[in-house]
């Protein structure tokens, strides 16, 4: 786990040097092999979540930079969300590779709280027709995502600003490269998403046709 931390952080140092404290190391007590740890710089940090045009502008370029070394989507390595470990498994198409890791996702939520019917066949209903239909458009008729590094669990909680420098920091990233739009969490606020969104210029248009998604988009936003 902490060394999916410190490849992620190392992964984007190297893009973004200034929009993440420097990764140190990582390791086992030798007296307790239970017991792991990451090491980074320390960097003094404000309570508050960035200021939003100056981050999506930050993030927007790591994306812009970070292209996948294969053109594939996954990650070289094991990473977490908390506990979770991610689906990175290298994949040629995006709907195949998000598919898989919702499965994964699901699974997992389903082993903690245990079967239930309703969820089981929603579930199916997401991964043989939502995600389909949403998301096969974005790979087909000549259209093409390029995959991109990306934080990976981007919230409130994992961003901040640094006192020295005035600029965005991220940290306690899970990278994988993925289409650059797929990190955003239901939490995150929407004056967020519109900027990212606008600074980016990547919001597929293919997709947003979809009459299902205009619809998300009108509820959203």
């Known amino acids: ?30 007296s307790n092999p239970r017991i792991h740890f990451f090491i980074c710089e320390f960097v003094d940090l404000t309570d508050d979540v960035p200021e939003i045009n100056a981050f999506t502008k930050t993030l927007a370029e790591l994306h812009r930079q970070a292209l996948s070394p294969n053109g594939k989507y996954g990650f070289a390595i094991p990473t977490y969300k908390g506990t979770l470990p991610q689906y990175n498994k290298w994949t040629d198409s ?36 939502v995600i389909p239909r949403l998301l096969r458009p974005l790979e087909t008729g000549g259209r093409k995502i390029m995959p991109r590094l990306i934080h990976g669990d981007i919230w409130a909680g994992n961003t901040s600003t640094s006192v020295e420098t005035n600029l965005p ?30 600074l980016s210029g990547t919001f597929s248009m293919a997709a947003y046709k979809t009459q299902d998604l205009k619809t998300i988009h009108q509820s959203v936003f």
């Open 169 to 198: 920091m991220v940290f306690d990233a899970a990278c994988l490269y993925a289409h650059n739009e797929s990190m955003w969490r239901k939490d995150n606020e929407k004056g967020v998403l519109l900027a990212y969104m606008s």
């Open 1 to 30: 786990m902490v060394y999916g931390e410190y490849e992620s952080m190392l992964a984007l140092q190297k893009i973004m040097p200034n929009f993440v404290p420097n990764p140190i190391g990582w390791g086992t007590y030798t």
């Open 94 to 129: 995006w709907e195949d590779f998000f598919s898989q890791s919702m499965r994964q996702f699901m699974m997992a939520e389903e082993r903690s709280q245990g079967p239930d019917p309703e969820m089981q066949e929603l579930c199916q209903s997401i991964l043989k027709k």
